[in-house]
């Protein structure tokens, strides 16, 4: 069964440096999304991607965050100068078309940690 | 605005015994999904519902949707000590992204 795969699993990183998170979505789906859950607390949405430009995004999703998708098959999420409360799990999705008939598929997570 | 807020936060049973969780949300909704977690991993799919559709099965999952009430409800039959986890609903209003409830986490005792 096809997966969305992010890489890295686990990522710790120093106040005020800049991360960038890794995902390579299902290759046939034509919408992207990030998503990010704070330990303990609800999935929240970030942004939405398609046709190499952001359909959607939440407040969260400011100035310090982008996304690109640079070549064919990976969507990245860039966090600059990162902050104790960016520590969470980020979540990347795909789908296609939007909502699909089996809904979104989501990846296993990248585990932030700033420190 | 809130969406897709279970209820109960946290339900515990015993294996074999059914486990029913709902989900509430405020807005006109093009879809409601249900998903599952294990604890700190990702988010597995289970199932979608349209706003057209009032029951969907899938093995032993059974959901319901009232677009009246604005309600949804997941039924897991026969369960098992594997479907402990935490369970989400997930509405989508059309609008290029799903809003999350907070969960309901399941245990099932062996």
């Known amino acids: 069964e096809p997966e969305v795969t992010q890489t890295p699993s686990h990522q710790v990183t120093q106040m005020g440096q800049e991360v960038i998170l890794r995902c390579v979505p299902i290759s046939n789906h034509l919408y992207f999304y990030w998503y990010r859950q704070i330990l303990g607390q609800k999935v929240e949405f970030l942004v939405s991607f398609y046709n190499n430009e952001i359909s959607e995004k939440s407040e969260i999703f400011d100035d310090q965050f982008s996304v690109e998708r640079p070549d064919g098959s990976n969507f990245t999420l860039k966090i600059r100068s990162t902050k104790l409360e960016d520590s969470a799990m980020y979540f990347c999705a795909s789908s296609a078309p939007r909502e699909g008939t089996y809904g979104y598929t989501f990846g296993s997570g990248t585990r932030l940690t700033v420190v | 605005s809130q969406q897709g807020e279970e209820d109960p936060q946290a339900l515990s049973i015993q294996e074999g015994e059914n486990a029913t969780m709902n989900c509430s949300y405020k807005t006109s909704i093009n879809n409601l999904q249900w998903y599952r977690q294990n604890s700190g991993r990702g988010l597995v799919h289970l199932i979608l519902i349209r706003s057209n559709e009032r029951e969907k099965h899938s093995g032993r999952l059974r959901v319901t949707l009232d677009t009246s009430k604005k309600s949804s409800s997941l039924l897991i039959t026969a369960s098992r000590a594997a479907d402990t986890a935490s369970y989400f609903c997930?509405?989508?209003?059309?609008?290029?992204?799903?809003?999350f409830g907070a969960g309901t986490t399941v245990t099932v005792r062996a």
């Open positions: 997930a509405t989508d209003a059309n609008d290029y992204k799903l809003s």
